[in-house]
């Protein structure tokens, strides 16, 4: 069964603007499936998955663009670099827009090509698993979530948060009964055997492996290699380049911390965020709804469910990423998100409790001091069954409104 798909939109307005898009985002998000379900009737469609259609793109070019009409739509594009150049070449030919749309799913290879082929020509778009709007089939919000007052809502039919947490958001697992501990299982193997050994030249499988655990279990918190790096037993170093191939396959998101003014005492150090909360667990081993709920890991496990649907609702919109922050000070003072709209402020705090009171959101005040800025509404996200007030400029809502 498809799920329909915010991005969609998305993509018919950057088809609209640009000569080619790309979008990119970690295996099994769903890419193909959105385009093919979008474009099915206008687009024509290769893969270079197949190794035909790579060997002729390889060897020669121009005859594959011969081979297939525009508009075009191009699968797994990282893996024959070369054909970036003969991309620019085939669309200057014309003035139209929405001429070629290409998914990957390696931000290294693909930015690579991009910088040097495409500039100006191209829209980026960034992909990520299926959110709770989605799932929900929500018609509340549309575009990036950005705090407001929160009316009546009605608690949707068979949502079971903590289950849709600990299973994570990939369509195939969204969409199916198919066993939780085999899928990620198989995706990490394949994630080893073909993202990571393309990227780097891997020697020690088991050792990655090992990072990658320890990154999950730091999950929500403010990252430091070094801890990682004495946990594993490998360097400074490796950790860093470790964790730039997560982030460049889509797997884990660094939030910055606000940092408006070079002389606020405030963090330098941002927080990791895994993109899918189902991976989390199959890491760290919660491999039930209930374990997950009673754990001790339930509240950093929250905060990353939350922070991912808020990320995800930027990126299905196309939105600017670097308008989520966070905050932290010397003082240790801290607001889990920063949402900036232009000049204005949004504090936002995640508790797991479904009450909390005005002493959850006492470091909202911080924002006040920041000369240029206006604090807006603010939210704290929660378990809260309906939303309600805490003060007058700050509502507690349930994490499925979004």
Known sequence: MYINREIET????????????????????????????CLKDTFSYATLENPIEAANAENDSLLFFETHSLPLIIDEIQRVPSLFQTTKFIVDQSSDRGQMVLIGSQTYHLMKGVSESLAGRIGIIEMSGLSTRELIGSTRNNGPYIPHAVGAVERPGSFDLWERIQRGSMPELCASDIPWDRFWTSYTQAYLERDVRDLINLKNESKFYDFMVAAAACSGQLFNASDIANAINVDYKT???????????????????????????????????????????HLTRWTTPDQLRNGAVAGHVFETFVVSEVLKSYMNAGANLRDVWFYRDTKKREIDLVIQEGRILHPVEVKTAATVKADAIKNFKCLESMEGYEVGFGHVICQTPEPYYVTRNVQAIPVWTI
């Open 239 to 281: 950790v860093q380049s470790w964790l730039s191939i997560l982030q460049a396959s889509g797997i884990v998101r660094l939030l910055r911390p606000f940092w408006p003014n070079i002389g606020k005492s405030l963090t330098k150090t941002p927080k990791l965020y895994f993109m899918d909360t189902g991976l989390i667990c």
């Open 10 to 37: 998305t993509i018919q307005e950057m088809l609209r603007q640009f000569k080619v898009v790309l979008v990119t985002g970690a295996r099994q998000v769903g890419k193909t499936t959105v385009l093919e379900n």
